[in-house]
């Protein structure tokens, strides 16, 4: 990791989050070592500052005919193959377009999602999963994904769902600071460690007591 960086990520986030950084880098060198916070927010606990933004930002869920759009973008990371899998099950699109200029989405299901190949994430139905969020370069530090999240939940909720849950890398310094700013909380933790083509998964009690979990994805 770049000096510079590091000294930037010491003033930002502090040296014990720094430590942890940088040994979960260096663990992954050997192995796959993946510790995820398991994260949820209800429109209650919603810090509803982030539903604002400039006027000319709008946000919607995107038609089916605009993923197969973006999925033929390769500056979305968003590939054919992702966009069928996601249709298939019904998940949904939301965006944030500036104009008819798509400047993020994030992407939101209500049933087990893939996490990585071989793995799917199962989690309390009544709750939405929200995944793969993106904010195009040119939009960034905006808060723009957090503003899609935000008005996201809220479409949600009026249609009867208790929340949103998802998780994040826990050496994910910037990203769980946004999360924990609009208002999510943790209740929990799953682990994923990879060697020699073998997958293990473990979660914390508190994932198991919201039945939250990984899962191997059958053939």
């Not at 810090?47 to 933004?53: Q, T």
């Not at 605009?66 to 968003?78: G, K, M, N, T």
């Not at 933790?189 to 020699?196: D, E, K, M, P």
């Amino acid at each position: 990791m770049d000096i510079t960086l590091i000294q930037s990520q010491l003033k930002t986030f502090g040296f014990w989050a720094t430590l942890h950084d940088l040994g979960y880098r260096g663990l992954n060198r050997v192995l796959l070592f993946e510790t995820l916070r398991a994260i949820w927010i209800s429109y209650e606990n919603l810090n509803k500052e982030f539903l604002e933004a400039p006027p000319q930002f709008v946000g919607r869920f995107l038609t089916r005919p605009e993923i197969a759009a973006l999925a033929r973008d390769p500056q979305s990371h968003v590939s054919e193959e992702f966009a069928q899998l996601a249709l298939a099950k019904d998940d949904h699109c939301y965006a944030i377009f500036e104009g008819d200029t798509l400047a993020s989405f994030g992407w939101y299901s209500q049933k087990p999602t893939l996490y990585r190949p071989g793995l799917a994430l199962h989690f309390d139905p009544s709750c939405v999963y929200m995944y793969h969020g993106f904010t195009f370069s040119q939009y960034r530090g905006l808060r723009l994904h957090a503003v899609g999240m935000s008005r996201a939940l809220k479409e949600y909720t009026d249609r009867g769902c208790k929340g949103l849950v998802s998780v994040v890398l826990s050496n994910n310094l910037a990203s769980l600071r946004s999360c924990y700013r609009m208002g999510y909380k943790d209740f929990g933790s799953l682990r994923v460690i990879g060697l020699f083509d073998h997958l293990w998964t473990f979660s914390s009690r508190g994932c198991k007591a919201q039945q939250f979990f990984l899962n191997p994805v059958v053939e």
